[in-house]
């Protein structure tokens, strides 16, 4: 099962998770509700077996920090 990747980047009006399930966009007001969902959903999703990355943008687009949950 190949690993997915949880994107958290500015958008228009706030941020966003991007996910590859079924192309899922979550949009928040905040960063940093947006970055704590997107552990907080890579953690569940990690219990399932699956493995998971959070990528996390400022305002500029260049990435500040990485996780990863579950599988290697």
């Known amino acids: 099962m190949d690993d997915l990747t949880l994107c958290v ?7 966003r998770i991007d ?3 079924g192309e899922l966009s979550l949009m928040f007001l905040s960063g940093s509700s947006a ?3 997107a552990h907080a959903m890579a953690e569940r999703l990690s219990a399932f077996g699956r493995g998971v990355n959070v990528v996390v943008a400022d305002r500029n687009h260049t ?4 996780s990863r949950y579950g599988a290697a």
């Open 9 to 15: 980047e500015p958008a228009p009006g706030g941020w």
């Open 19 to 21: 996910c590859p399930i």
């Open 35 to 37: 970055e704590r969902s």
């Open 63 to 66: 990435i500040i920090g990485e």
